[in-house]
């Protein structure tokens, strides 16, 4: 321990450490001022700057991390995101009093020096030599304001960070010649100001108004003098002098601040003394931050839109330039969803299916002829608790979402609209047998489909016996006719249509080429299936999801956003016949219960076998909506459950997705003008007398197909490319004859249990 002289003076190695203490940063201040160069006074060591004029002459101020604010499409609020919480303010807006305060406390010569302070220097010099150690800095607000800037380029990057705040005579060399630039660059008052909107003030708050905020939930413009004191005192050490944790400790610091802002004329010895005397009082607003303070259920689409702003080039062209993009933040971004659909989806869902449920449900609501999303909620809430979940069940597992779910029966309609782009027509009739082997051979995109395992298919019921036209078969659901339709076109038209209307599996991959692929076999999204169903809306133009309208950039510019894109895929006649064949679903077929009373509407129930899922798809000519239930897991069975306190033997996608649809739709469009469909007539075909009565129990949405290996026995191995054709039946003598026999499910075809 270095001793003092006789007499109080300082010992040998004191007065060595204060004479070089002095030199080399007296020297650092000369050379900014006038030195050509700094490198002569040794200083070139590992770590530090080699030449003072080889640091580059410009500071690059990256721009401020700020919050992102997520709008609604009138307006509203949906959340509010950000990496680091603030809100950049200029001067005028911050309390005089915060501004006297943080110059008080931090560098009170700041309006008398210019980027350096030497008589600070020299007093911290002499200061830290007297006390063998660090006592004092030397810091101005300038060089301090340079600091700030090296931690916000690094950004979260603990490295970057640790670099940034080194203690090296390097560093400091390098913050001394910056802050010269930016003294004569910026001038005291901007300083200031971006001194005080850069600074961490603890408790997630960065820049002074996020800080007035969260301690007082008040605006920095409001701030009171021993507010202003309380914050202007935090900034030397967040954690050590946090109110909220230690309110004895930051009061401490606290009447500091004040007694100094009056011992340097900022205020009078009266407002301090007064200014002391006063408690602190906390009016603390927590962080609210991320796509969990979403409101009205709508964080899952908060997620999304992340994701979309993450995936899309649009916004940048890597995904890291986007990521960076994001986190800077600052934005304010519009986006389609609509208030009034988001509500009455929510609270649809609320009311038919409980968070605590074995079974989930999920809902998205697309805009025919936009792709707007006008909504997207589920039932288990975005969040890390019990019954909660950041899995967003609606959307592909690419934007934050699952593997997806067979649609069963949903998919009927696009095999229909496939058979009709070939010209078959809606009266087209078929066997339709309530069971038969599959087809075979038949054609696909890869070659031919053969069975070369017998595997069979029924339908749900034995009364379900053919012949059938397609206005009945798609009312009743029935899956032979549907098979032996696809057995007709090919596999390859129904997918090469599937892919023009955006239809593509959860998990990214092709699509089967089977012909059970007519069951709904393929795993989808909500949203997948709402804008496919959106296109028959739009009468045959299927337009690209979108979520956001515009963004305002931190410079108040806007910043472009993907354009609408769309696209005709069928044609009108095709569209509206689906349509029409829709509306009798939910007429007189298996979706009655989703039918609306106020406005046309048309539809499709779907289950697939096991009663893992159940879908129920429809739309109006303005609102396209898909409803799923099921377990995300694959694993419960919707048999002998109770969902949303309503027993099920058995869940149909009439009886459950159902009136989900028809409660949510109903709220989504009341007060909205009611749209007609382009009507088209689908004659009846000839009533054969012979044929058994059907049975129209309207709960039976079901088509056995081995639910869980969908594809395995379709398009692995069963494929011939030795032939042709496929199993075509122009049924010009009236019906296609296709053998029945026992059902074996055997490998599994899987999925869609139909209605």
Known sequence: MPKSRSGGGLSGTQQAAKFLGVSVLAGAVLAGIALPAFGALGLAAKGTVEGFDEIPANLKTP????????????????????????????????????????????????????????????RAVNRNAQSGGVAQGASTLTQQYVKNVFVEEAGDDPDKVAQATQQTLGRKIQELKYAIQVEEELGKKKILENYLNITFFGQQAYGIEAAAQRYFSKPAKDLTL??????????????????????????????????????????????????????????????????????????????YVRNVFLTDPAFGKTRE????????????????????????????????????????????????????????????????????????????????????????????????AAALER?????????????????????????????????????????????????????????????????QTGTCAVTELAGKLGVNRADGSKLGTGPAIALGTEEMSPLTMAQAYATFASRGTRCEPIAIESITGPDKKSIPVPKKSCARVMSENTADTITALL???????????????????AGKTGTTDGRYAAWFTGYTPNMATAVWVGDPAHAKRMIDISIGGQYHDKVYGGDTPGPIWRDAMSGALSGRP??????????????????????DNQNDDSNDSNDQSAQ????????????????????????????GGNSNQGGGFGGGRGR
């Open 63 to 122: 721009p401020l991390s700020q919050r992102t604010t997520i709008l609604d499409s009138k307006g509203g609020k949906i959340a509010t995101v950000y990496s680091r919480d603030r809100t950049v303010v200029p001067l005028t807006d911050i309390s005089p009093y915060m501004q006297k305060a943080i110059v008080a406390i931090e560098d009170s010569r700041f309006y008398e020096h210019g980027a350096i302070d030497l008589k600070g220097v020299l």
């Open 226 to 303: 021993p507010e202003a004191a309380m914050l202007a005192g935090i900034v030397q050490s967040p954690s050590r002098y946090d109110p909220v944790n230690d309110e004895e400790e930051a009061t401490k610091r606290r009447n500091t601040v004040i007694q100094r802002m009056a011992a340097v004329g900022a205020v009078s010895q009266e407002e301090a003394d007064k200014a002391k005397a006063e408690p602190i009082a906390l009016k603390v607003s927590r962080p609210k931050n991320g796509c969990i303070t979403a409101v009205s259920g709508a964080g899952f689409f908060c997620d």
């Open 321 to 416: 330039e986007r990521g960076k993009v994001w986190n800077q933040g600052g934005l304010t971004i519009r986006t389609t969803l609509d208030p009034q659909a988001q509500n009455s989806a929510q609270e649809s869902i609320k009311k038919h299916v409980y968070k605590s449920d074995a079974v989930a449900t999920a809902l998205t609501i697309v805009q025919p002829g936009t792709g707007k999303i006008l909504a997207m909620g589920q039932s288990r809430p975005y969040g890390f608790d019990k019954h909660e979940t950041q899995i967003n069940l609606s959307v592909d597992q690419k934007m934050g979402g699952g593997a997806g779910y067979q649609p069963g029966s949903t998919f009927k309609p696009i095999v229909a």
């Open 423 to 487: 010209g078959i027509s809606p009266t087209q009739a078929y066997s339709s047998p309530y069971q038969m082997d599959y087809p075979s051979p038949i054609s696909t995109c890869a070659g031919n489909y053969v069975n070369t395992s017998g595997e069979k298919l029924e339908n749900e019921d034995e009364s379900e016996v053919g012949p059938y036209a397609m206005k009945e078969a798609m009312a009743k659901s029935v899956n032979t006719y549907f098979v032996q339709m696809i057995a």
């Open 583 to 601: 509306k009798g679903v939910v007429e007189d077929g298996t979706g009655q219960q989703a039918g609306l009373s106020d406005r046309p509407s």
């Open 674 to 695: 009611v749209e007609q469909f382009n009507d088209i007539v689908i004659p009846d075909p000839p009533k054969n007398k012979d044929r058994d009565k059907q049975d």
């Open 712 to 739: 395995g026995g379709v398009s692995a191995g069963n494929t011939s490319t030795g032939n042709n054709g496929g199993n075509e039946n122009n049924n010009s003598g009236g019906f296609g004859g296709f053998p």
